[in-house]
Structures are given as structure tokens and as C-alpha cells.
């Protein structure tokens, strides 16, 4: 072999080399920038859900106002009705006989 096909074999394998470096370095960076658009993809969806939830308080407390608005008005009416079942109770059993007494 002549020192011109060995250096021509020399420099095919070195081309090889740097193309197969060159791509490898390629793909290591791309798959870089595909990870990095996750992350930010990713924390960028967590921070819509955030935001959404954010935006669901006031409706929440609106909910639970009317809630408690409706729960304070039965307490009252069952209290009353109570109340007034126990008075009628009470004039029924100081009149056992009148009759009239034990109407609402």
C-alpha cells in the first residue's frame, strides 16, 4: 500500500468519525430541546390549572354563602316549628279538657 491510500483510508475513517460525532452531538441535542419543551409545557399546564382553580374561588364562596344562607333559614323554621309545637303542648297539658287548646 502506498502512503496515499492509507492516507486516504486514514482521512475516510476520520470523516466517518467526525459525521458520526456530529450527529450524535446532533441528536444528544435535540432530544435536549424535546425535554426542555416538556418541562415548560408541563409547568406551563400547571400553571392554566392553577389559574382555573384560582378563578373558581369567588364562585365557591358564592356557592357556599347561599349554602349557609339556606341552612340558617331551615335552622330557624324547624327552631320556630318547634317552638311553637312546644307551647301547644304546654296550653294543651295545663287544659287537658279544652279541646280548642290543642290546635295549632
Known sequence: MTPAVILFG????GGVFLLATAAGAIGIYNQLVKLKNRYVNGFSQIEVQL?????LIPNLVEA???YLKHE???LEAV???RNQASNGLAKAASDPTNSSSMQA
Do not use: G, M, P, Q
Open 79 to 81: 327552631i320556630a316549628a
Open 72 to 74: 340558617r333559614e331551615t
Open 64 to 66: 357556599a354563602k347561599a
Open 10 to 13: 486514514a482521512l475516510v475513517a
Open 51 to 55: 389559574k382555573r382553580r384560582y378563578d
